[in-house]
């Protein structure tokens, strides 16, 4: 686990907090050092502020999600919903206002791990138009062309197209992708809005992924 924060007192306490709840953390002061780092040794989840000297945040987050799927959650003091919107759609999976309850933290860590270690739900391949999801192979090809996602992506899209031609809540979805009791619905959200982006013959006028008004979300059969 990397934790990216320049403030050397919040640093050290998050990782010596994660440390105590059974985790493995290692610190970076700066985006360009733990971007250094994770290229160097990769960890399995990044733990990103956003206010940091030099690249910020989300340039940061950015530039790790050009060639790395890896788990991030941002932990940031910024608490208004433009930023936190920002983040999401810069690839981040989650976000935390500071300060952070520990507990909460260490609960979301671990369910980020239990969706990787279960990355590619069962079942056959799947077609949406001209879209094809294939679980088990851990691909999504629209008309044969590989369509690269991360990995929340990924669930989520499996998730909808298990129960093709029904509509999911977004605490349904939150339940099931996220494994949150409870959560913020815009993770469910943007992350449909980015999922759009990549599937989507034209995502400003959804055919695929389509939104039921009131209700949640379908795949099309």
Do not use: N
């Amino acid at each position: 686990m990397l934790v990216i924060d320049d403030d050397d007192r919040i640093r050290a306490s998050l990782v010596m907090a994660l440390e105590d709840e059974g985790h493995d953390p290692r610190g970076a002061a700066t985006a360009e050092e733990g971007l250094t780092s994770q290229r160097r040794t990769p960890a399995d989840v990044v733990l990103m502020d956003l206010m940091l000297p030099g690249l910020d945040g989300f340039d940061a987050i950015r530039e790790l999600r050009r060639a790395d799927d890896v788990p991030i959650v941002v932990v940031s003091a910024r608490s208004d919903t433009h930023d936190i919107v920002a983040a999401l759609e810069a690839g981040a999976d989650d976000y935390l206002v500071k300060p952070v309850q520990i507990k909460e933290l260490s609960a979301r860590l671990r369910a980020l791990r239990r969706r990787g270690r279960g990355l590619s739900p069962g079942g056959p391949e799947i077609a949406s138009g001209d879209l094809s999801i294939r679980p088990l192979a851990g691909e999504v090809l629209r008309a044969g062309q590989a369509i690269p996602l991360t990995r929340t992506e990924f669930r989520l899209l499996c998730e909808l197209a298990e129960h093709q031609g029904l509509v999911l809540s977004r605490q349904q979805l939150l339940h099931r992708v996220w494994d949150y009791e409870h959560g913020d619905e815009r993770l469910v959200d943007v992350h449909i809005g980015r999922l759009r982006q990549k599937i989507e013959p034209d995502p400003s006028s959804p055919s695929l992924l389509v939104t039921v008004r009131g209700l949640g979300y379908r795949l099309q059969r």
